[in-house]
C-alpha cells in the first residue's frame, strides 16, 4: 500500500521530469523553470527525508508532518499568483503603451497619405490648366 510521503514522493518526482520536458521542448521558458524546479526540489527532499519534515513540523507546531507539504504548496501558490498579477499588471501597461503609439502612427500615416495625394492633385490641376 502507498502512504502519503510515498505518493508525494513521486508526485514530486513526476513534476520535476514535466517541468524539465517543458523547458527542453522550450514551451516554458527558462527564467519561469527555476521556480518551478526550486519548488519541487523542495518538495522531493521534503517527502524523501522524512525526519526533515518531522523537525521543521515539530518546529512549526504543526502536529501532522505531511500537511506541512500542503502548507508549502499553497504558500508557494500564493507567490506564485502574486508574481503572475505583477507580470500580467506590467503586461497591460505595455499593451495600452503600444496601442496609443500604434494610434499615433497610424494618425501620422493618414496625415502623410493625405499630403502626398493632396500634392498630386494640385501638381495634376497645375499641368491640366491651359
Known sequence: MINIFMFSALFSLGFLVIVLELVRSKRLKEQYSLLWLFISGIMLILTLWRGLIEKIAER???YYAPSLLFIVGILFSFALILHYSVIISRLHTQNVRLAQEIGVLNK????????????????NNRFDSP
Request: net charge negative; hydrophobic share 30%; proline share 0%.
Open 108 to 123: 501620422k500615416v493618414e496625415d502623410l497619405y493625405e499630403t502626398f495625394n493632396r500634392g498630386e492633385e494640385i501638381e
Open 60 to 62: 512549526l507546531g504543526v
